[in-house]
């Protein structure tokens, strides 16, 4: 005697006890993961205080650019012509790394004449240019 199955063999995969087991593992991984968190011991270095200077040193060279496009070595109004020249006997007095010289543009002051001021510094012999964002303050010397 032959028994007939009642439902033909199914090749299809049946995905609802996958489907439990990974919900059982995703609540298990929900469950235990605040636990693992763990506190980090940092040290951390103390602080140095760091000395802010506000005023420039006496012998800085300072290059100012005015809104007409003037420049001032330090406090002294220097033309176009001069410029070059009268900066490079300041720098020639220094020592080779001490041939800095800082810029100070105003806002309204032409790009062309900034580059002009430090192209005419480079020509000069200045090996460090530098920008200053926020001009000291304004004690004309006499």
Known sequence: MAIKPANPPNSDINVTP???VVLVMLIIFMVVTPLLEKNLDVRVPET???ETVTEVPP???VVRIGTEGDFRI???KVTNEEYVDKLKVKLERRKEDDKIVFFIADDKANYARLITALD???QAGAKVLGMMTTPPEEEEKK
Do not use: H, M, S
Request: no cysteine; charged share 40%.
């Open 18 to 20: 996958l489907i439990d």
């Open 48 to 50: 140095e205080k760091v």
């Open 59 to 61: 012998d800085q060279l």
């Open 74 to 76: 330090n406090f002294d």
């Open 120 to 122: 005419g510094a480079k």
